[in-house]
């Protein structure tokens, strides 16, 4: 398991070569990276700064995965997020999961993005043509979780 | 008590600090407290800190609610609902 955040650049099929290892218990990989977007919310981004939590964020992440450990059985697992300048095309974050088996690798792959969404301390900060604004967090990030809420646990904040 | 305050994204540049090691009264004993306490310093600080902003609250690096306590040397930290991803 691997949580890294960083200001560089990474590359997927690095990452998924670490990942799978020649391992032969891993049948299946599912990936997810998420990129800077030049239109939110109607307005032209023309760069953005992403602000963290040095200590915390690293924790939340781990803490992520543990939590999709204890429901998906997943081989390994890497979560790399970037802080600093970004502009847009850049990638922002990696998720990707091994297992054994399609199903768990989709699976533990959208909970894990999800719950990073509303858990781990990251902000961002668009650059704008009339200047800058912090995004907003979105009630759908949060509705996001709630497929995941099991019986009888209480719901996500 | 001696704890360590940290502020981020909007909420730090709102304050105009970053970090700050703050000496809390007695009476200050959860993380709902310091926010309460800081916020009669008035000005930026009442205004950013209001009950009414949506705040997101952490102690040693946990996600916390306000009726967490206070441990000597601890480390809070106040800041806006997350956008990262």
């Not at chain 1, 600093?84 to 909970?111: N, Y």
Request: glycine share 6%; hydrophobic share 45%; charged share 25%.
């Amino acid at each position: 398991m691997t949580v890294k955040v960083q200001l560089e650049d990474f590359d997927l099929s690095t990452e998924v070569a670490v990942l799978r290892r020649a391992n032969p218990k891993v049948g299946a990989v599912a990936c997810f990276i998420g990129a800077v977007r030049d239109l939110n919310e109607g307005e032209n981004v023309s760069a953005m700064v992403l602000e963290h939590y040095p200590g915390m964020t690293e924790k939340a992440l781990e803490a992520i995965i543990e939590r999709a450990r204890v429901r998906w059985p997943i081989a390994d697992a890497v979560i790399i997020h970037r802080y600093g300048p970004l502009a847009p095309t850049d990638q922002i974050v990696l998720v990707a999961v091994a297992t054994a088996h399609r199903g768990d690798a989709f699976a533990a792959c959208e909970f894990i993005m999800d719950y990073l969404k509303t858990a781990a301390p990251f902000w961002k900060k668009e650059t704008l043509e009339n200047g800058e604004r912090w995004v907003d967090s979105r009630e759908h990030d949060h509705a996001a979780l709630e497929k995941w809420a099991e019986p009888g646990t209480p719901k996500a904040d | 008590m001696k704890i360590q305050l940290k502020f981020f994204a909007s909420v730090r540049e709102a304050l105009g600090v970053a970090d700050e090691l703050a000496d809390v009264p007695t009476a200050v004993v959860t993380v709902g407290d310091v926010r309460t306490w800081l916020q009669a310093r008035g000005g930026v600080w009442a205004e950013t800190l209001a009950a009414g902003r949506t705040l997101r609250m952490a102690c040693n690096h946990e996600m916390t609610a306000p009726e967490t306590r206070l441990t000597e040397g601890c480390e809070v930290a106040f800041f806006p609902p997350v956008t990262g991803g």
